[in-house]
């Protein structure tokens, strides 16, 4: 099915799957950019985000207590020709996530961010395998790995947390270390 001009939904909280759809709706330069695609990876990416913050928010505001994990990207310290409006978009989570945070303190609830770096999941045929080089200084990380390190945010209601793009670190998850 041809997607050009469709509404299409990808949810996830990989950087993998994320990257490689923003890849595949926008491989253009910055000038060749089409506004309304732009518009659809900003709802997705950013708008979304917000949606659901403000979906939960009442009910954890009540309770006195919540914890918000959003999932951001490793590019977002990158400069990567191609994927200017997911790198945009996901830069833009984690502002709001750090807002957020700042707007929530002493109520009990709590925003982190996680940026996770390269990730072997099943999007594009398995283009990225666990413990494989995808670049020079990057190794795809297992899907449990960053399910770990997100589980390890909403335990800890920390900040932010940067996912480092080699080897998997096993203790950053809370994992066991074999």
């Known amino acids: 099915m041809e997607l050009r001009g469709r509404t299409v939904i ?13 890849r595949a709706l926008h491989d253009t330069t910055i000038e060749q950019l089409d506004l309304g695609e732009f518009h659809q990876v900003l709802d997705l990416n950013l708008v979304s985000v917000i949606r659901l913050m403000q979906a939960v928010l009442p009910s954890m505001l009540r309770q006195g207590f919540g914890r918000i994990v959003n ?10 020709p191609g994927i200017r409006a997911y790198a945009a978009t996901k830069s833009a989570v984690n502002m709001l996530s750090a807002v957020a945070r700042k707007e929530l303190e002493g109520t009990g609830v709590s925003v982190s ?3 996770p770096s390269t990730t072997a999941t099943e999007f594009g045929a398995g283009r990225f395998t666990s413990g494989r080089h995808t670049r020079p200084g990057f190794i795809a990380h297992s899907s449990d790995y960053g399910a770990g390190i997100i589980l390890r945010a909403l335990r800890t209601g920390e900040e932010r947390i940067d996912i480092p793009h080699g080897n998997e670190q096993p203790e950053l998850a809370g994992l066991p270390t074999h």
Request: glycine share 20%.
């Open 71 to 80: 999932i951001s990207s490793g590019t977002t310290g990158m400069v990567l």
């Open 113 to 115: 961010v996680v940026l």
């Open 10 to 22: 990808v949810t996830g909280a990989s950087s993998g799957i994320g990257a490689a759809t923003a």
